[in-house]
């Protein structure tokens, strides 16, 4: 497809001379040329992505890293479409090249992050949300990030202070509290542990996973009745999920 074809004209704006694609510089006026084309490609690059033309995106995005290969937001767009279509790696590698070039970006450090996690590496995911935190303290959602990748690497008190850190900032993530409940019922904390379950299932008829942990913690107790009926609403629960 030409460039006239893809909605590009390589005039310079100051005198209307047309331009080869590799001109630096205007041959008529002397007006520097290449960050008009990539910010044109950028432009062009955002109205594909936002009319659903994700492939476009991604061919404007690529030709313009041919000519500023360490653009930060060229590279942190091209991550995210790498991340949506399942391609992790690149998606890191993209990020990465971004934040080397912009260390204090922290929507880059988050959504590096969310790759590493999604990618199983949770102590580098930890990091990024480490450094996330670092640039912004109050970013909400890096806090409960950060505590999932801490949880899932093992270091259950590191990641029962982030939880709570989190639900300090964000009271609506009641998953926070089921992982609480998780930590605590681990830590032999069975009192903390019921209240944190029980706290997760509060804008619901219960959460499963949340309701089966009761249920074994009551049935520890020898408190079959109460086991049974935790049960009997877990698998209500589940008929319902599967419905919506």
């Not at 033309?53 to 091209?78: F, G, I, K, M, T």
């Not at 996690?117 to 806090?143: S, T, V, W």
């Not at 639900?167 to 944190?196: C, K, Q, S």
Request: hydrophobic share 40%.
């Amino acid at each position: 497809m030409t460039d006239k074809a893809k909605g590009l004209d390589h005039r310079c704006i100051r005198c209307g001379r047309v331009a080869a694609e590799t001109d630096k510089f205007c041959a008529e006026c002397g007006l520097f040329l290449r960050d008009a084309y990539v910010d044109q490609r950028l432009l062009l690059a955002l109205v594909h992505e936002r009319d659903g033309r994700s492939e476009e995106a991604r061919y404007e995005l690529q030709r313009l890293l041919q000519s500023e290969p360490d653009h930060v937001l060229a590279n942190h767009l091209l991550g995210t479409f790498h991340f949506h279509q399942g391609t992790l790696d690149l998606a890191i590698q993209h990020y990465q090249t971004a934040l080397k070039a912009a260390p204090s970006f922290v929507l880059g450090h988050y959504d590096l992050g969310v790759a590493w996690y999604h990618r199983g590496n949770m102590l580098e995911a930890a990091q990024a949300f480490l450094r996330c935190l670092e640039i912004d303290p109050d970013y909400k959602a890096a806090h409960y990030r950060l505590a999932l990748s801490l949880f899932h690497s093992g270091l259950l008190e590191e990641a029962r202070e982030h939880f709570e850190q989190s639900l300090v900032l964000t009271p609506e993530y009641l998953m926070a509290h089921y992982h609480l409940g998780v930590i605590y019922e681990r830590r032999g904390d069975m009192d903390a542990a019921v209240r944190e379950f029980e706290r997760s299932c509060e804008e619901s008829i219960g959460e499963v996973s949340s309701l089966y942990h009761l249920a074994m913690i009551r049935r520890a107790q020898h408190d079959e009745a109460g086991a049974d009926e935790l049960l009997r609403r877990a698998r209500e629960f589940g008929q319902v999920q599967k419905t919506t």
